[in-house]
């Protein structure tokens, strides 16, 4: 559990930080909470040469709503959504998902732009920032752009993101009116990545039908999945029972888990159906719907 | 249970807070990791990633290339020296390092010495060995098939992979007990392999003094001074001699049996500490830890219960094929490879009774440690504490009843057990009547009734467990022909203080605590002015150390009678002072009074005063006494466990909603120390009942190796628990108490599985392996067509 060596930067402003990138390119590593990172160094998984620690670049950790968004800084740390009255108040699809991510201890450390970035998908905010329809803002040499999340996630362990690029900013669209989210998840034990997960958010019409709906899981296939089929099912439906499991086995079957010490295929894609319609039903209450 | 002192006393009864904790809620605790020698070097070991397989060839030039590491340590250098297989506590073999072979993955196949532990680490990575893959042995059963690879292929003229058979009962009275029978019911049951995943890993600095000869070890040890014997038995050869061999047990974080064993490391580190002659640290890290070191468990059971249709149980018979991994290193007195298992009979009276198990080789590490649990009683009591139910379920009987029906009647302690135990006392009725009452068993059955009627799964489990702690009587009981007593030493100073020292070592217990308690009890001496030591060789008296539930039974046991010898010496000098013959006195708490004159008085402290300052002619100076205590019996805590589970039938997650356990450990030292002990033993009971399991592929390759898969639970997994007690005391040990430490392990996971198949029994399940994973539970009701 001891990493090989390496070099650790510490850069003071994000043009220094995104200069050093540049400058190591494929040998350099951000580094954020570490609590991925660092146990893959340990574990010698993984090697980076140079560290760049972007914890002491001033402005990146902040919660607010401006223009219509919710921005969170890409250094925020879960912690600080867990605390936050105005995740608590506005965003409790957020609430759900930190609130599962790993122990106190981790979320201490861990921010909301490493769990994007690591590309992992047992992570569980890739999940809740699909449904949310969130953009990932990366500063780059060139400056900022803009990337939708459901372009992000390449693959495992594989983002959009360039390796002299850093995660800035998350933008969620507020939220709308009759609208609600929930994230379910079910682990083996507390810290323990999803045996399978599921995030819903619905908007509802005036006259109770569906207008627009989410649906991803987590840990079910390479990246976390979006579950496009299940969503277009929805929509237009009054949400009644039938429908929600129906469109909860449509989001399963789209899913290619991998066996592991969680369980087996079958188990998993069966966990995803359950617990997608879990997600459905809190999220639909949240709404305002039954 | 009377309490007889006051609270600044603190004898026998009184919760008085932990002395040790000052030390570690403030994180001043002195670890083998927190010690710092000058010129101290590092090791790290190199490790197997096949589970069999030759080892063509070791290449250490790139390691030696990389600054600052000194030395690399192979199955040759040991060899040179003869120290390249070290005998296991069972008298079996174990290699240190490999010279031929490896036969486990994660298994030691060279160990790096360097100048820091990150040099250490790059040393192990640049290790470059060649290895040829051999067939492997994973199972048992295909172990012992003939033409099964042979994988002790170091004996000579071992030609299979059978370690051991024993048995225990009169085989042909239960086969007709069972020929006679009315009902009979059957159960193949598996406890799988486990790992006690102590916080604190295993390590030690060896620190070889090259000018005076001497070697201290600091160890993450249970047993220092077994250790220190054993080291001079396997070392002597090349030069250690016992007086010159100090082994040092500073505080322990956590044992649970997994730090009794020898392990490699240790002795490696040893080897190159001599050689070099400087002190080297090596501390495992949790995977190696979970990886190599001494598993637990691992027991394949099929039993059989005999009984009338009046739920009468007339005969038990049980056949065991154990796992031991690679060597037999089990920690169990050395006449029982099968360790306690016997006990299998658990709180019934049965009067046949038949069991054997046998032993085989597998390509996995080591063991099996008796983790929490006095030498395969959690086996044993899984096993009896299961048929009982599935006989219940079969006659259509409350499980409660039936227990009641057939527990050891209290009037017939001491009881003798068909497989040769002699229970010291009991009123097994009287725990299950109090567990009942204060969980409300009828109200249980009643609300289970109308969920089930709704398509609800609740359980209720129950389980009646006989522990067997304590050893033991040497005329059993021994490790490599060391008898089992245990030891204290205790003197007092001149200002009525003291210091006493013992044979055993806390890992988290509570010694210094209940060992001053104790001494308090029988001297009147505050427990807060009695000083505990433990764990240096070269001050404390010689014992056994601390595991299966003994230190209690033999070392507190030890602690009262030095305690006693002392009063007698006190009772004199009294005399002495008081001008009064020994016999005219009375002992009251602290102080000696002549009879019938209570205002004449001499208070222990002005006892002790006097002892070095006016002390009878005739008569040593001083007040000190030593005690080697050979308990003449086992004790036999017990207890009784109902727990209540819901079970999500969307997941197949279990979920203990209560869960009530009232024990019995005869008195009570520290009625709060007792509650950590259940409270602890629960959610380690709980933990293989539910998720922990290490288990092998095919290939061999470990399953469950780091935290991430060895699920350990947390204070979010682990349910309230609820306590209670009666207290049956023991007859034969001085101050009545039994073991406790270990009740709550051993007797937990049959409670748990009984509430989970209670839950499904409407639909025909019997029985459920542990653990009781969420996917192993929603397959039966996939099976069952009940799953959401
Ligand atoms: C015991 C434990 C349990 C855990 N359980 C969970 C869980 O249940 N659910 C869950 O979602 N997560 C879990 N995690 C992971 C945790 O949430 C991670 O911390 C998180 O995924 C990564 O965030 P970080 O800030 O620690 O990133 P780091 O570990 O610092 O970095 C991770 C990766 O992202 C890159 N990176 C980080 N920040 C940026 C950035 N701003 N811009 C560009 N690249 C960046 C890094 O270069 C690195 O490749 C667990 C971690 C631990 C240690």
């Given amino acids: 559990m001891i990493p090989a060596a390496f070099d650790y930067h510490a850069p003071k402003s994000l043009a220094e930080a995104v200069g050093l990138l540049s400058q190591y390119g494929d040998g350099a590593k951000v580094l954020s909470g570490g609590q991925s990172l660092l146990p893959l160094l340990k574990l010698r998984l993984g090697q980076a040469a140079h560290l760049v620690d972007i914890g002491r670049i001033p402005g990146l950790e902040y919660i607010k709503e401006e223009g219509g968004m919710l921005r969170i800084g890409g250094r925020t740390r879960e912690s600080a959504l867990e605390h936050s009255d105005l995740i608590r108040s506005r965003y409790p699809i957020l609430l759900d998902t930190v609130l599962v991510i790993a122990d106190p201890l981790v979320r201490n450390m861990a921010t909301v732009g490493g769990n994007l970035a690591h590309g992992d998908p047992g992570n569980d905010h890739p999940a809740t920032m699909l449904v949310l329809g969130a953009q990932v803002v990366a500063t780059g040499p060139k400056g900022e752009r803009v990337i939708p999340v459901d372009k992000f996630f390449l693959g495992l362990f594989s983002t959009a993101l360039k390796p002299d690029e850093i995660v800035t900013e998350i933008r969620i669209p507020m939220p709308a009116a009759r609208s609600g989210g929930a994230y379910v998840k079910f682990e083996r034990k507390v810290g323990d990545y999803a045996t399978a997960a599921a995030a819903a958010s619905i908007t509802l019409a005036a006259n109770g039908t569906i207008a627009q709906a989410g649906l991803a899981l987590t840990n079910m296939g390479p990246t976390s999945v979006r579950a496009t089929a299940a969503e277009q099912q929805l929509v237009g439906k009054k949400p009644d029972a039938a ?40 999220a639909l209450a949240r709404a305002g719907g039954n | 249970m009377k309490i007889d002192t006051t609270p600044e006393v603190s004898g026998m009864g009184h919760s008085m807070k932990r002395k040790e904790d000052p030390r570690f809620i403030r994180g001043k605790g002195n670890y083998v990791d927190d010690i710092q020698l000058p010129g101290m070097l590092y090791m790290d070991i190199v490790r197997s990633p096949f589970a069999h397989a030759k080892i063509k060839s070791i290449n250490t030039e790139k390691a030696l290339k990389i600054p600052g590491v000194l030395a690399v340590i192979t199955g040759e250098t040991l060899a040179k020296y ?13 290699m240190v390092l490999p010279v031929e072979k490896v036969v486990y993955q994660s298994q030691e196949v060279a160990a790096v ?6 040099i250490a680490a790059d040393g192990v990575d640049a290790v470059e060995v060649d290895y040829e893959p051999l067939p492997v042995v994973v199972d048992p059963f295909k172990a012992l098939e003939p033409g099964a690879t042979v994988i002790r292929t170091d004996k000579k003229d071992k030609k299979d992979n ?41 390590g030690c600095i060896a620190d070889f003094d090259r000018v005076n000869g001497k070697l201290t070890v600091y160890m993450t040890t249970q047993a220092p001074h077994a250790i ?7 070392a002597g050869h090349v030069g250690l001699s016992e007086e010159r061999i100090r082994i040092i047990s500073p505080d322990i974080g956590g044992g649970f049996g997994g730090k009794v064993p020898v392990y490699p490391g240790y002795v490696i580190a040893t080897a190159a500490s001599v050689v070099i002659g400087k002190p080297i640290k090596w501390i495992e890290d949790r995977m190696e830890n979970l990886q190599a070191d001494s598993f637990a468990r691992d027991y394949w059971m099929k039993a059989e219960l005999a009984a009338k249709k009046d739920g009468t149980i007339t005969a038990l018979r049980i056949k065991t094929l154990a796992d031991h991994g690679c060597a037999d290193a089990a920690a169990n007195p050395s006449k029982f490879p099968a360790g306690l298992f016997s006990i299998c009979t658990g709180s019934y009276d049965i009067k046949h009774a038949f069991a054997e198990v046998d032993g085989a080789y597998t390509n996995k590490p080591p063991g099996g440690v008796a983790y929490r649990c006095s030498f395969r009683v959690t086996e044993a009591v899984h096993m009896i504490e299961r048929v009982t139910d599935i006989l219940a379920q079969q006659l259509k009987m409350d499980p409660a009843e039936l227990r009641l029906k057939n527990f050891i009647p209290k009037e017939k302690f001491p009881y003798q057990s068909a497989l040769g135990w002699e229970y010291d006392s009991g009123d097994y009725a009287r725990a299950l009547k109090l567990a009942m009452e204060r969980i409300g068993y009828p109200a249980l059955r009643k609300e289970q009734a109308e969920k089930r009627a709704r398509g609800e799964l609740m359980g209720i489990g129950i389980s009646s467990f006989t522990e067997i702690v304590g050893a033991g009587p040497s005329k059993h009981f021994d490790i490599l022909g060391i008898k089992m007593f245990d030891s204290a030493e205790i003197r007092i100073h001149p200002t009525g203080k003291a210091i006493a020292r013992f044979g055993t070592k806390s890992q988290g217990q509570g010694h210094e605590t209940t060992y001053a308690q104790i001494i308090a009890e029988e001297l009147g001496i505050p427990a807060s002015a009695v000083q505990i030591e433990e764990g240096d060789t ?4 010689y014992g056994l150390g601390t595991y299966a ?25 009294a005399a002495h002072l008081l001008e009064v013959s020994p016999e005219d006195l009375v002992w009251e708490t602290g102080k000696f009074s002549v009879r019938g004159a209570p205002q004449r008085s001499k208070t222990i402290q002005e006892i002790a005063f006097a002892a070095y300052t006016n002390h009878p002619q005739g008569m040593e100076a001083g007040l000190e006494a030593v005690c080697y205590y050979d308990p003449p019996n086992l004790t036999f805590p017990f207890g009784s466990y109902i727990c209540v589970v819901d079970i999500d039938r969307g997941t197949g997650q279990v979920k203990i909603r209560r869960f009530m356990a009232v024990d019995d450990c005869g008195n009570i030292i520290n009625p709060m120390i007792v509650d950590g002990q259940i409270h602890g033993g629960l959610s380690m009971g709980m933990a293989p009942a539910l998720m922990e399991e290490i288990s092998y592929d095919e290939n061999g390759n470990v399953q469950g190796g780091s935290f991430m898969d060895y699920l350990v639970p947390t204070a979010m997994e682990t349910p309230s628990w609820e306590t209670d007690k009666t207290v049956t005391p023991s007859p034969h040990h001085p101050f009545g108490a039994k073991g406790v430490g270990e009740s709550a392990t051993v007797g937990a996971p049959p409670a748990i599985v009984n509430a989970v198949v209670d839950a499904l029994s409407h639909l025909g399940v019997t029985h459920v392996e542990i653990p009781m994973t969420p996917e192993r539970v929603w397959r039966i009701l996939k099976e069952k067509g009940v799953a959401e």
């Fill in chain 1, 243 to 282: 429908v929600l499991e129906s469109a909860a086995r449509a989001a399963a079957q789209a899913t290619s888990p991998n066996a592991d010490r969680r369980g087996a295929t079958d188990y998993k894609k069966e966990m995803g159906r359950v617990l997608a319609v879990r997600a459905l039903k809190k």
């Fill in chain 2, 82 to 94: 003869n120290l390249h297989w070290m005998p296991t506590l069972m008298s079996d073999t174990q």
């Fill in chain 2, 113 to 118: 010495i360097a100048t820091s532990r990150y």
């Fill in chain 2, 538 to 541: 070269d001050t404390a008296p």
């Fill in chain 2, 549 to 573: 539930s003994r230190s209690t039974p033999t070392a507190g046991a030890a602690g009262a009678m030095a305690a006693r010898k002392i009063r007698e010496k006190a009772k004199k000098i």
């Fill in chain 2, 228 to 234: 220190r014997t054993v080291f001079a038995l396997v």
């Fill in chain 2, 162 to 202: 059978h370690i051991f058979h024993w048995e225990v009962g009169d085989r042909a009275a239960t086969e007709k007990a069972f020929a006679e029978a009315e009902v009979v019911v059957k159960q193949d049951c598996y406890i799988p392999r486990i790992h006690v995943a102590s916080i604190e890993t295993c």
